[in-house]
């Protein structure tokens, strides 16, 4: 059974960073997906990231997350990481990894299995 499980949310000012670790568990082949993606109180759950296993190769939802988040994996230490700098109010989210066989999305549709999620609160 594969299971996801974030930990790094916390509270940060405004210009600040966090790095946001998915520990993953229980894939018997090297053939999958992690994304990252996020969700804010009223919102729409939206992709950040993802990351094939089998290559490391990435992709982002936005340019504009593309250049304050970068997604990267430690396969030894089978975690998936999202480095979140010069973050702002709006970054105000729950954040949740995710993981699908094979192929890569940023779409959480493409997911069907979550992790509980970390809170990340920008605040001043």
């Known amino acids: 059974q594969v299971q996801l499980v974030e930990s790094g949310g916390g509270l940060v000012q405004p210009g600040g960073s966090l790095k946001l670790s998915c520990g993953v568990s229980?894939?018997?082949?090297?053939?999958?997906?992690i994304g990252w993606f996020r969700q804010a109180p009223g919102k729409e759950r939206e992709g950040i990231s993802c990351i094939s296993n089998w290559d490391g190769s990435t992709n982002y939802a936005e340019e504009s997350m593309k250049a304050r988040f970068t997604i990267s994996r430690d396969n030894p230490k089978n975690t998936v990481y999202l480095q979140m700098n010069s973050l702002k109010l709006e970054d105000t989210a729950t954040y949740y990894c995710?993981?699908?066989?094979?192929?890569?999305?940023?779409?959480?549709?493409?997911?069907?299995?979550w992790g509980q999620g970390t809170q990340v609160t920008v605040s001043s």
């Open positions: 229980g894939f018997t082949s090297d053939y999958y997906a």
């Open positions: 995710a993981a699908k066989r094979y192929y890569s999305s940023t779409s959480p549709g493409a997911y069907d299995t």
